[in-house]
């Protein structure tokens, strides 16, 4: 990284640095430090386009939800739900909610980490655009990342606060799950934009994912019903996946839901690691992609 | 002699098996307007892109304003102003916002972007579409926006890959006119065109391009004074005749060229040539005497036309 470093250019070249060189080195400053948020100042005027759609669903789609499960199906559901043989039960609405949380999280990442990536990388190429600023590739994704988290967060307290009006939250600790959803999609969202960050074509594969990775991932993730009541060879669809992981975590802290501690250490490590693997290769995918 | 602001040295790139850029070398001096003319697959955009920091070289040495792309890259690019040849302005905002967006990258201050971006609309003509959606503006609004989005920050360097192609002639000309405007107040200009005319135009100095490599490098006047007679005699006798009638034209001009609709005769006094050609008895369904152009020069230099 010395060599990207400003100084070593004025003390490499024979005598002082040319006043344009200077110059350069001076305008370079703020970019290589503030660009991801500049890039995060795009998108978020990105989102002011689409903020009505947003809010209906953000404020929409946890009334239905929780109405619909919690006053409806939860009705039918009399017994409480267990979440493991043998352990005490809560009920169904309480169970839920939290899934509903982590999934509204990972709807929200779903959209905007792929069709935007695809749009920004071909269909309308502002990556091209802001990489022929100062901005570099790795910001790009950065500033990305910055935006969708804010709008995950924010979709997620929404969510969280009508889930305290269905008093759906019986723990103190219950604020945590939003931060347990915010991850779960991130963790999802940033291996989603790697994976769409390689395609050079969307010939459906975007469709694809949606309809056989994220619906069934919501079918088999200990949603709707515990992951233990699926037959013993579905199980493992849960354990690498992410809505699971952040259902499972958001429900620790949104009843106490009882696991032993080294699994709620699990759900966190697995989320990190996702989100973590995700944004370094969609950066690493980004710079050799638009440095080509 | 002031110090180059772009060097290249036997600049390469190569994509798997294609030598997009096969060793080029060139220097532009600063408030020069230096061109790039070749036909399409010639290696322009992607020279363009190694100079504008963003693609990454295979080999050679480029210098811009004095730092290396490869370490110095969003340092040169704060410099640069970039019209690619794909317009890439985004469509989800509208016409101003798209100034204000592209400003920040730059890490300005918002009142500076503010004032600017109502100067440069001014500047592109574009006063009235300030609050338009990109997708409404015709082609020649768009390139005059994406130069304006491209002057946000002051450039020293403005590249511009293919400014007009696609713009009718009207717009070409509006466009022209925009960027001697800038010429004028002494910003380095680097253009690709495959129109002679552009070049003729806008370009103090160019290289001809061919197959990634450099075919000849001039002055307009100078490359067709090296390589092109002064005038030139365009006959035609109809598409399947040209080739025959040739044959019986050896010794007119200086050199021939036979295109597929028509004869050029290289000469430094085309009617004269004209005149022989009639006296031989061979009588052109139509004639016609214009000065050399680019044109003829990279039909000498490459036996192609710059536009097949
Ligand atoms: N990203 C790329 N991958 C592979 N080949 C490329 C790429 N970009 C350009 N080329 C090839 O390099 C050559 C030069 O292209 P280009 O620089 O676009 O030419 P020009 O701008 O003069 O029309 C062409 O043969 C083109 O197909
Ligand atoms: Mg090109």
New binding site residues.
């Given amino acids: 990284m010395s060599a990207e470093s400003p100084r070593q250019q004025a003390t490499d070249a024979p005598g002082a640095p040319r006043p344009e060189t200077a110059r350069a080195l001076a305008a370079g400053t703020r970019p290589r430090r503030f660009g991801a948020w500049y890039v995060a100042e795009h998108r978020f005027r990105v989102m002011r386009s689409y903020l009505q759609t947003m809010l209906a669903t953000g404020i929409g789609s946890p009334i239905i939800y929780l109405y619909g499960l919690g006053a409806g199906l939860a009705s039918l559901i009399d017994a409480p739900v267990a979440s493991q043989p043998g352990a005490e039960g809560v009920p169904y609405l309480v169970f839920v909610a939290p899934a509903l949380l982590a999934s509204a999280a990972i709807t929200v990442a779903t959209e905007e980490f792929s069709y935007p990536i695809m749009l920004g990388y071909k269909w309308n190429p502002t990556f091209t655009g802001m990489h022929a600023s100062p901005i570099r590739p790795g910001q790009i994704v950065d500033g990305i990342v910055i935006s969708v988290t804010v709008r995950i967060l924010a979709t997620s307290a929404v969510y969280y606060l009508f889930m305290l009006l269905f008093g759906a939250v019986p723990s103190p600790l219950g604020y945590l799950a939003v931060l347990a959803a915010t991850l779960g999609g991130l963790a999802f969202g940033h291996l989603l934009m790697a994976y769409v960050s390689t395609l050079e074509q969307d010939t459906g594969q975007i469709a694809l994912v949606m309809r056989f990775l994220v619906l069934p991932m919501t079918l088999f993730s200990g949603t709707f019903f515990p992951l233990s009541q699926l037959p013993w060879f579905l199980q493992p669809i849960g354990w690498v996946s992410p809505l699971w992981h952040a259902t499972e975590l958001s429900r620790v802290f949104a009843y106490g839901y009882p696991e032993p501690l080294w699994l709620t250490v699990v759900h966190v490590v697995v989320l990190v690691a996702m989100a973590a693997v995700g944004w370094i290769a969609s950066r690493r995918i980004a710079a050799r992609r638009l440095g ?1 | 002699m002031p110090a180059p602001v772009i060097t290249a040295r036997d600049l390469r ?1 190569q ?2 098996d ?1 030598a ?2 096969d060793g080029i070398s060139f220097e532009v001096s600063p408030g020069e307007s230096f061109g ?1 003319l ?12 190694m100079v504008g920091a963003v693609s990454t070289r295979t080999s050679g040495d480029l210098e811009i304003l004095g730092l290396d792309p490869n370490a110095h890259g969003p340092d040169i690019r704060s410099q640069l102003g970039v019209v690619p ?1 794909a317009d890439n302005l985004d469509t989800e905002l509208r016409v101003r916002e798209n100034l204000l967006v592209y400003g920040r990258y730059f890490g300005l201050p918002r009142r500076t972007i503010a004032e600017r971006a109502d100067e440069l609309l001014a500047f592109a003509q574009l006063e009235e579409k300030s609050k338009a959606k990109v997708d409404a503006l015709s082609g020649g609004m768009k390139r005059r926006l994406t130069i304006a989005r491209a002057l946000i920050n002051d450039p020293r360097i403005l590249l511009l ?2 400014p007009t192609t696609g713009l009718d002639p009207q717009a070409r000309h509006i466009l022209w006119d925009r960027l001697f405007r800038l010429k004028e107040q002494g910003t380095t200009l680097v253009l ?1 065109t ?1 129109y002679m005319d552009e070049a003729e135009q806008l370009c103090d100095r160019l290289i001809v ?1 061919d197959h ?1 490599r450099i075919m000849a490098e001039g002055t307009p006047a100078e490359l067709i004074r090296a390589h092109s007679s002064r005038e030139v005699l365009e006959v035609r006798f109809g598409a399947d005749r040209n080739a025959e009638v040739a044959k019986r034209l050896e010794g007119v001009g200086d050199r021939i060229e036979v295109l597929p609709d028509r004869i050029l005769v290289y000469s430094a006094n085309g009617e004269a040539e004209l005149v022989r050609i009639t006296e031989a008895g061979l009588h052109p369904i139509t004639s016609l005497v214009r000065r050399s152009s680019l044109e003829d020069v990279f039909l000498r230099l490459t036996g192609r036309s710059l536009i097949e």
């Fill in positions: 080509r | 790139k994509y798997e294609v997009a850029v790039l070749g036909p399409n697959g010639a290696g322009k955009s992607t020279t363009m892109r040849q890959d293919e690709t495959h391009v990634g």
